[in-house]
């Protein structure tokens, strides 16, 4: 069992940044990768970006390409979002979820972080 724990949501105006943190903790040897999603009001949860932690390899939705960057620390089991040029639409509850190695999806999940953008 992975637990995760986001941090560092709040509220930007558009065009600022943000950095996501995300803590896990729990058996983590077994992790394959992590990945964030979001959820907008009225909304179905969208895939934002994942990162294998073997590798660093990344993979970004096409809303963030650019602007969004995923990193990690192994050693401090530390997922990042950071977040820049910051638009309205991006205003969502963000989540943290973790992928092990006998699963084939995300299993294990974040309590979310609210970033809101103003215009």
């Known amino acids: 069992q992975v637990q995760l724990v986001e941090s560092g949501g709040g509220l930007v105006q558009a065009g600022g940044s943000l950095r996501l943190s995300c803590a896990v903790s729990?058996?983590?040897?077994?992790?394959?990768?992590m990945g964030w999603f979001r959820q907008a009001p009225g909304k179905e949860r969208e895939f934002v970006a994942s990162?294998?932690?073997?590798?660093?390899?990344?993979i970004y939705s096409d809303s963030v390409t650019g602007r969004f960057t995923i990193s990690r620390d192994n050693a401090e089991n530390m997922v990042y979002l950071q977040m820049n040029s910051l638009k309205p639409e991006a205003t969502a509850v963000y989540y943290c979820?973790?992928?092990?190695?006998?699963?084939?999806?995300?299993?294990?999940w974040g309590q979310g972080a609210q970033v809101t953008v103003s215009s």
């Open positions: 729990g058996r983590t040897g077994n992790t394959y990768g």
């Open positions: 990162i294998r932690w073997s590798t660093g390899s990344t």
């Open positions: 979820a973790a992928r092990s190695s006998v699963l084939s999806t995300f299993g294990s």
